[in-house]
Each structure stands twice: as structure tokens, then as C-alpha cells.
């Protein structure tokens, strides 16, 4: 399985971001895609999740309402709309895919796959 995330950028706060994650190498089925970021000197920590199924989407309340998530079952991709962008976005961003229940989208340790991550940095 092999994820490429891509779509990374510098832009000013308020600004808009598409981060782009395209999969292949597997069924994902029943999987979920997730998005990450670790800022410096920071865990990781989540952003959001995508069952591939059905679509149900989870985010973390510090992006709420300004991050969405969506895909593209045709090119295998899923896709990070960032809006509204703050300095306290900024960081590296990676998707992931795996299968966690719903109650534990947010955890990292559950994905088994990781694209090489892509960097965001949002200008004050």
C-alpha cells in the first residue's frame, strides 16, 4: 500500500489549502482514511478521518467547521479542504489509512499505513 500526500503550501492566514492523498497497492474497503499533523516539537496529533465506505467523516474540534474532508472513490483519493487558515495550522501533514473503530478515529497507533507527509505553513 502506498499513500502520497501532496498539495502543501505557504499561505496566509485566512487562506485556503487543498491537500490531496492518493492511495493505491489494496482494497481499502472498510477502511478509513485519516489526516495527521505534527507541528515542531509537538506529538502528532488528528485532524480528521473519512470512512472510505460510506463517507461518515470525524474532525477535531480545533478544525471544525473549517476543515473538510472528502473523496474521490474514481481516482482513489481523498481530499483535506483547509479554510480559514490560522498560524497554529501549521505544520506537517500526513494521511493515513487503517481501521479503527469509530470511537478511536482520532488514534494514531490504529492506522497501518502512512504517506510521507506534506508541509503547511500558515503566515501571520
Known amino acids: 500500500v502506498q499513500l502520497q500526500a501532496s498539495g502543501g503550501g505557504l499561505v496566509q492566514t485566512g487562506g485556503s489549502l487543498r491537500l490531496s492523498c492518493a492511495f493505491s497497492?489494496?482494497?481499502?474497503?472498510?477502511?478509513?482514511i485519516g489526516w495527521f499533523r505534527q507541528a515542531p516539537g509537538k506529538e502528532r496529533e488528528f485532524v480528521g478521518a473519512?470512512?472510505?465506505?460510506?463517507?461518515?467523516?470525524r474532525y477535531a474540534d480545533s478544525v471544525k467547521d473549517r476543515f473538510t474532508i472528502s473523496k474521490d472513490s474514481a481516482k482513489n483519493t481523498v481530499y483535506l479542504e483547509m479554510n480559514s487558515l490560522k498560524p497554529d495550522d501549521t505544520a506537517v501533514y500526513y494521511c493515513?489509512?487503517?481501521?479503527?473503530?469509530?470511537?478511536?478515529?482520532?488514534?494514531?497507533?490504529?492506522?497501518?499505513?502512512w504517506g510521507q507527509g506534506t508541509q503547511v505553513t500558515v503566515s501571520s
Open positions: 473519512i470512512n472510505w465506505n460510506g463517507g461518515t467523516t
Open positions: 493515513a489509512v487503517g481501521r479503527p473503530p469509530l470511537s478511536a478515529y482520532d488514534q494514531a497507533g490504529l492506522y497501518l499505513f
Open positions: 497497492g489494496g482494497s481499502f474497503r472498510n477502511y478509513k
